[in-house]
C-alpha cells in the first residue's frame, strides 16, 4: 500500500515538474537572430535577463526576455551591469524558447558599436549542443 | 504581498546575492552542505526506528545524540534559504518547484509532531531491538520518502527559475 | 588531450541522451546530492563518537564498522552518478578548475578515511582507552569533515567556473 503511494506521488510530483520545466527550456538545436532595442538588463544571479523591444513585421513591439547566467559567469567574459543601456540597438543570438514564448536562451549580443559579447567561452571544434541544464 | 517582496528585494543581503561574484554560490553551497546534514541525520534516525540500521544503539540515545545537530543544520539551511529567497521573492514565489518544495517541508515538519507525540511516546517500550509500533515506522517511512522529494524539488528551482 | 578526450565524450549516444532527454540531469543530480547526505552524515558519526557525544556504548571499532560502510556505499553512488553528469556535459566539468580541485580533494578525503580504518583495525584498544579521543585526534576529525565540506562547495562551484562548453 506504501509502495504504490509513493509510486502514485512520485509520478504526479515529475509529471508537475517536467510540466513546469518545458515552460523553462529553450530548442537548443534552433539558434535564431534577433534585432532590437534593449529595454533593461537584469544583471542578477542566479540568471541574468537581457529584455529587449522587437519589433515584428506586422509592426507590433513585443518584449522579449533572453537568459543568460548570472554575474559570477558573466563578469568573466567582460560583461557588466553597465555593459548593455537601455535604448542601445543590438542584435541577439539566441536558442527560442520550444513553446514559442517571446524569450531565448541567450548566446551572443552584438552592440551598436559592434562589439560582440558571448554569454560563452568558444566550444571545442566539433562538440555538440550547447549545455543541456543550468546551474 | 507585491510590497513585501519589493521589501525583501532591497535588503542588502538579497541585493548582494543578486549582483555580487561570489555571495550566490557561498549561499548555495552552505544551504546545500545544511541540508545534506539534516536529510543524513534524518536517514540515521529513521532507518533505526525501521529497524534497518543501528540496531543495537537504543532509539533514544540516538535520537538524543543526533537531533540537536539535525536541528542546528536545519536553521543554517533555514536562513541561507531564506536570503536566496529574498534576493528574488517574487520569482521564487510563483516557482511551482519552490512551492511544492515548501509544501513537502510543512508536511515533514506535521509528520515530525505526529511523530514525537503519539508513538514516541512509548518509545521505552521499544527502544531496543526492531519492535517500534505501525506509526511509528510510517512516519519514519514518510519522512524518508517527503526529504528524498524535497531534495528533488530544491533541484529542479535551479532548472526552472524564471527570475 | 583532455579537450580531445572530452569532445569525444560529448559526441557518444549516451552524452547525447543525457544532455537532451531534459529531467535525467537533475535526477541524477538529486540522487548525487542524497549521496552526499549518507558520505557527510557517516563522517559525522564517526567524528560524534570521537568526540563522546555519540554511540558511547559502542567502541571505535563497531562506530568504524558501522558507518564507515555506508561511506564507500555512498563513494560509490556519488562516483557512478559523478559520472553520468561527466558524460552528459563532458567538456564543461573535465576542463573546470573547480572539478579539478574537487578531484584531488577527494582522493585526501579517501586517503584519511582509508589510514583512519586501518589505524582502528591496528590500535583498537588504543582508540577506545578514552571515551572522548585525544586532542589531536579530535583536530583531525573536524578537519576531515571541513574537507568533505570542502569537496561539496567545489562541486557547487563546477557551475561558477565553467572555461568550456
Given at each position: 500500500?506504501?509502495?504504490?503511494?509513493f509510486?502514485?506521488?512520485?509520478?504526479?510530483?515529475?509529471?508537475?515538474?517536467?510540466?513546469?520545466?518545458?515552460?523553462?527550456?529553450?530548442?537548443?538545436?534552433?539558434?535564431?537572430?534577433?534585432?532590437g532595442?534593449?529595454?533593461?538588463?537584469?544583471?542578477?544571479?542566479?540568471?541574468s535577463?537581457?529584455?529587449?523591444?522587437?519589433?515584428?513585421?506586422?509592426?507590433?513591439?513585443?518584449?522579449?526576455?533572453?537568459?543568460?547566467?548570472?554575474?559570477?559567469?558573466?563578469?568573466?567574459?567582460?560583461?557588466?551591469?553597465?555593459?548593455?543601456?537601455?535604448?542601445?540597438k543590438?542584435t541577439?543570438?539566441?536558442?527560442?524558447?520550444?513553446?514559442?514564448?517571446?524569450?531565448?536562451?541567450?548566446?551572443?549580443?552584438?552592440?551598436?558599436?559592434?562589439?560582440?559579447?558571448?554569454?560563452?567561452?568558444?566550444?571545442?571544434?566539433g562538440?555538440?549542443?550547447?549545455?543541456?541544464?543550468?546551474? | 504581498?507585491?510590497?513585501?517582496?519589493?521589501?525583501?528585494?532591497?535588503?542588502?543581503?538579497?541585493?548582494?546575492?543578486?549582483?555580487?561574484?561570489?555571495?550566490?554560490?557561498?549561499?548555495?553551497?552552505?544551504?546545500?552542505?545544511?541540508?545534506?546534514?539534516?536529510?543524513?541525520?534524518?536517514?540515521?534516525?529513521?532507518?533505526?526506528v525501521?529497524?534497518?540500521?543501528s540496531?543495537?544503539?537504543?532509539?533514544?540515545?540516538?535520537?538524543?545524540?543526533?537531533?540537536?545537530?539535525?536541528?542546528?543544520?536545519?536553521?543554517?539551511?533555514?536562513v541561507?534559504?531564506?536570503?536566496m529567497?529574498?534576493?528574488?521573492?517574487?520569482a521564487?514565489?510563483g516557482?511551482?518547484?519552490?512551492?511544492?518544495?515548501?509544501?513537502?517541508?510543512?508536511?515533514?515538519?506535521?509528520?515530525?509532531?505526529?511523530?514525537?507525540?503519539?508513538?514516541?511516546?512509548?518509545?521505552?517500550?521499544?527502544?531496543?531491538?526492531?519492535?517500534?509500533p505501525?506509526?511509528?515506522?510510517?512516519?519514519?517511512g514518510?519522512?524518508?520518502?517527503?526529504?528524498?522529494?524535497?531534495?528533488?524539488?530544491?533541484?529542479?528551482i535551479?532548472?526552472?527559475?524564471?527570475? | 588531450?583532455?579537450?580531445?578526450?572530452?569532445?569525444?565524450?560529448?559526441?557518444?549516444?549516451?552524452?547525447?541522451?543525457i544532455?537532451?532527454?531534459?529531467?535525467?540531469?537533475?535526477?541524477?543530480q538529486?540522487?548525487?546530492?542524497?549521496?552526499?547526505?549518507?558520505?557527510?552524515?557517516?563522517?559525522?558519526?564517526?567524528?560524534?563518537?570521537?568526540?563522546?557525544?555519540?554511540?558511547?556504548?559502542?567502541?571505535?571499532?563497531?562506530?568504524?564498522?558501522?558507518?564507515?560502510?555506508w561511506?564507500?556505499?555512498?563513494?560509490?553512488?556519488?562516483?557512478?552518478?559523478?559520472?553520468?553528469?561527466i558524460?552528459g556535459?563532458?567538456?564543461?566539468?573535465?576542463?573546470?578548475?573547480a572539478?579539478?580541485?574537487?578531484?584531488?580533494?577527494?582522493?585526501?578525503?579517501?586517503?584519511?578515511?582509508?589510514?583512519?580504518?586501518?589505524?582502528?583495525?591496528?590500535?583498537?584498544?588504543?582508540?577506545?582507552?578514552?571515551?572522548?579521543?585525544s586532542?589531536?585526534?579530535?583536530?583531525?576529525?573536524?578537519?576531515?569533515?571541513?574537507?568533505?565540506?570542502?569537496?561539496a562547495?567545489?562541486?557547487?562551484?563546477?557551475?561558477?567556473?565553467?572555461?568550456?562548453?
Open positions: 500500500m506504501k509502495k504504490i503511494l509510486a502514485v506521488s512520485a509520478a504526479a510530483l515529475v509529471s508537475v515538474s517536467v510540466a513546469h520545466h518545458s515552460a523553462a527550456m529553450f530548442d537548443h538545436s534552433k539558434t535564431v537572430t534577433y534585432k532595442v534593449v529595454k533593461e538588463f537584469q544583471f542578477t544571479n542566479p540568471h535577463w537581457l529584455q529587449v523591444l522587437i519589433t515584428g513585421p506586422d509592426g507590433n513591439t513585443v518584449e522579449w526576455g533572453f537568459e543568460a547566467e548570472g554575474p559570477s559567469t558573466l563578469r568573466r567574459v567582460g560583461i557588466e551591469a553597465k555593459t548593455f543601456k537601455p535604448g542601445e543590438v541577439v543570438v539566441a536558442n527560442p524558447m520550444k513553446d514559442g514564448r517571446p524569450a531565448g536562451a541567450w548566446i551572443t549580443v552584438t552592440t551598436a558599436d559592434g562589439k560582440v559579447y558571448s554569454t560563452r567561452p568558444a566550444p571545442p571544434p562538440s555538440s549542443a550547447p549545455p543541456a541544464g543550468k546551474s | 504581498m507585491q510590497s513585501f517582496f519589493q521589501w525583501l528585494e532591497s535588503w542588502p543581503v538579497s541585493v548582494g546575492l543578486r549582483e555580487s561574484s561570489w555571495m550566490f554560490p557561498a549561499f548555495e553551497s552552505v544551504h546545500v552542505i545544511a541540508i545534506t546534514l539534516v536529510v543524513g541525520s534524518v536517514m540515521i534516525v529513521d532507518l533505526r525501521l529497524g534497518l540500521a540496531r543495537s544503539e537504543r532509539v533514544t540515545e540516538l535520537s538524543q545524540a543526533v537531533l540537536p545537530w539535525t536541528w542546528g543544520a536545519f536553521a543554517v539551511a533555514l541561507s534559504g531564506f536570503c529567497f529574498a534576493a528574488k521573492a517574487d521564487y514565489f516557482n511551482t518547484s519552490f512551492q511544492i518544495k515548501m509544501l513537502l517541508m510543512a508536511a515533514a515538519f506535521v509528520n515530525m509532531l505526529m511523530f514525537h507525540f503519539i508513538p514516541y511516546r512509548s518509545v521505552h517500550s521499544w527502544d531496543e531491538g526492531a519492535s517500534a505501525p506509526l511509528a515506522r510510517l512516519a519514519c514518510a519522512s524518508l520518502t517527503l526529504w528524498v522529494f524535497i531534495v528533488l524539488m530544491g533541484r529542479w535551479g532548472f526552472s527559475i524564471e527570475g | 588531450m583532455l579537450q580531445s578526450f572530452a569532445s569525444w565524450l560529448s559526441q557518444t549516444p549516451a552524452s547525447q541522451i544532455q537532451n532527454v531534459l529531467w535525467i540531469i537533475p535526477l541524477v538529486t540522487l548525487h546530492i542524497l549521496a552526499i547526505a549518507v558520505v557527510l552524515s557517516s563522517v559525522a558519526m564517526i567524528d560524534l563518537r570521537i568526540f563522546g557525544l555519540a554511540g558511547r556504548r559502542a567502541t571505535m571499532m563497531q562506530t568504524a564498522d558501522r558507518y564507515v560502510p561511506l564507500w556505499w555512498g563513494l560509490l553512488v556519488l562516483a557512478l552518478t559523478g559520472v553520468t553528469l558524460t556535459e563532458p567538456v564543461r566539468s573535465l576542463t573546470n578548475p572539478f579539478q580541485i574537487k578531484m584531488l580533494l577527494l582522493l585526501g578525503a579517501m586517503a584519511v578515511t582509508i589510514s583512519f580504518q586501518r589505524s582502528v583495525r591496528k590500535n583498537a584498544v588504543v582508540w577506545d582507552t578514552r571515551v572522548r579521543s586532542s589531536p585526534i579530535r583536530v583531525a576529525a573536524v578537519g576531515t569533515l571541513l574537507l568533505w565540506f570542502a569537496i562547495v567545489a562541486g557547487r562551484w563546477i557551475a561558477y567556473m565553467v572555461l568550456e562548453y
